[in-house]
């Protein structure tokens, strides 16, 4: 059994065959599927496809970076008020993506630290997107760190040492996606150094598609294909590689 930690599986790319992609999934033993949230458009989309599925999918809360402008205070009052509600398993997809613009870097920096201390407030772990900025982020977790911050680093495609400087936080895990089987990635080798035990499985569907789905929409369904990796590159057994994740998984989305 495996669990997707991160799946926008709302997004329109899945309009015509939604049904369809949530059987194939079930029937490839994911049953589990965590929904970040991007910002204030998503929201009933994402609410919608819980609520269609409410065994399987699990929504989270938060504003994406890349939606953070000038001006974010609209956006990240809605995100507190809806956190107040209850009803989210972790505040997420935060961070900072300075890979596509750098112009609103202070508000990105602001809005992540926000949204941190609210998850801390709450009990609940952060979902870190983190593209081009791991010294950015990192310096806002190791000040913000204490016993009540946990969290995975989606899409972690980062060093050995990033590896060990995440793990070393101590409430912390890797979210291992289809990067991981891209040949010239490096991924699987920094993983055979790191090890399985820190790590969740996500895919980001419908991006990231794993090889040998690579170039196509990603779906829950090729979870095992990430785990197929994972498995290989640090020598354990596929089944020992799902338990070990979806053990990590279940502690990090604790009711």
């Given amino acids: 059994m495996f669990i997707d930690t991160h799946a926008h599986l709302y997004h329109k790319q899945f309009d015509q065959d939604r049904n369809a992609m949530m059987r194939r999934t079930m029937d490839a033993g994911v049953h589990k599927l965590f929904l970040p949230n991007i910002d204030t458009t998503s ?17 989270m809360m938060g504003l994406h970076p890349c939606s953070v402008g000038e001006d974010p205070a609209r956006e990240l ?19 900072i993506d300075l890979y596509w613009d750098k112009t609103w870097v202070e508000q990105q920096q602001e809005a992540f630290r926000r949204q941190v201390r609210w998850a801390k407030e709450l009990a609940l772990p952060v979902v870190i997107h983190c593209r081009e900025s791991f010294e950015e982020v990192m310096a806002i977790v190791e000040e913000e760190n204490n ?10 495609t980062g060093s050995e040492e990033d590896a060990r400087r995440i793990i070393g936080l101590g409430g912390f895990k890797l979210g291992i996606g289809g990067v991981i089987t891209y040949p010239k990635s490096g991924l699987a080798e920094t993983m055979a150094r790191v090890g399985a035990g820190h790590c969740v499985l996500e895919t980001d569907a419908p991006y990231l598609a794993p090889v040998p789905y690579r170039g196509k929409r990603n779906e829950s369904s090729y979870i095992p294909c990430v785990a197929e990796a994972l498995a290989a590159a640090v020598g354990l057994p596929l089944e020992e590689v799902a338990r070990i994740t979806t053990d990590n998984a279940e502690q990090l989305f604790a009711e």
């Fill in 43 to 59: 929201v009933e989309a994402m609410h919608a496809m819980c609520e269609a599925f409410p065994e399987v999918c699990f929504p």
């Fill in 77 to 95: 009052a809605e995100v507190e008020r809806l956190l107040g509600t209850g009803r989210y398993w972790a505040v997420g997809e935060i961070g």
């Fill in 147 to 156: 016993e009540h911050l946990t969290g995975v680093f989606h899409c972690f």
